[in-house]
């Protein structure tokens, strides 16, 4: 199992930028991020394929959010543009160690989670 850590996260107000970060014990198929805000279902954020770095994003983040990688450092990298309230929540890092959809259920590894709270 891969093990994730994450860094970054904190408080912005509405229409600033944030980058938090996902360092992995070893190279997996695919990295990206997952959040939960509180009472809700956790959700795909963005993730990317390490090797090729294809990228997908959810709808509610394109256009803001961009993930990249590092793969020297085993490392990817969200950065978060025009953050708006609803974007407020806990930031999990997530590893998948082969093709398919991005779902919680695929996934095998995962970091701590970080706090993202944007305010008005």
């Known amino acids: 199992q891969v093990h994730l850590v994450e860094s970054g996260g904190g408080s912005v107000q509405a229409g600033r930028a944030l980058s938090i970060s996902c360092t992995a014990s070893?190279?997996?198929?695919?990295m990206g991020w997952f959040r939960q805000a509180p009472g809700q279902e956790r959700e795909a954020v963005a993730n990317i394929v390490m090797i090729g770095g294809i990228r997908n994003y959810a709808d509610s983040v394109k256009g803001r959010f961009t993930i990249s990688k590092n793969n020297a450092k085993n490392t990817v990298y969200l950065l978060m543009d025009n953050l708006q309230p609803e974007d407020s929540a806990m930031y999990y890092c997530?590893?998948?160690?082969?093709?398919?959809?991005?779902?919680?259920?695929?996934?095998?590894?995962w970091g701590q989670g970080t706090q993202v709270t944007v305010s008005t």
């Open positions: 997530a590893a998948a160690p082969a093709a398919g959809p991005w779902v919680s259920e695929k996934i095998t590894s």
């Open positions: 070893e190279l997996p198929y695919r």
